[in-house]
């Protein structure tokens, strides 16, 4: 059977509450359990109702968390920038093989098309993290911006198609 409370736990209840304890604190701290705590604060009028505190810490996580996400974005660009400049770069590949199953390399003056088609997934896949993280703003003239890149680029297909046909300029 637990002891009876007393004078003493509803004085360090009173104390500690004034103090910002928790209940959970003041259980450990008056070795009593947490819903003897809460009987007497309730007995005490006193509450551990923190919303304020809460609704304010959590809009302070909130803000912490979007913010390593802008970070995160911007570090996942710049993954997708690196991986992107390996398409072109000269590599070193190798392999084990022969009957010895000897290892040999061979310097290449790019990576293999199927080295560069797994750059190219993994470079999407960065860019595309990134953008559900932090989305890019388009504002409101973004759709004209990209009606006019797709009239160009279909503009400068057309021109070197033009081109080929012709025999190109000074042609034949």
Sequence with gaps: ???PIDANDRRRVRE???QGKTRNDIARSIKRAP???SKI???LGLSFERGAEVVAATEARRIDLAARRVVLAEQLHQDAEKLRA???QPC???AFGGKDNVWSQTQLAQPT???QRNILAATGTAIQQSLKLQPAEGGEGADVVRSMLGTLGEALTQAAAD???DGGAGGG
């Design 1 to 3: 059977m637990s002891r």
């Design 16 to 18: 500690l509450h004034k």
């Design 35 to 37: 819903a003897t705590v």
């Design 41 to 43: 604060a309730t007995e």
């Design 86 to 88: 390996q398409l072109w």
């Design 92 to 94: 070193t590949i190798g």
């Design 113 to 115: 098309f199927p080295d």
């Design 163 to 165: 081109a080929d046909d």
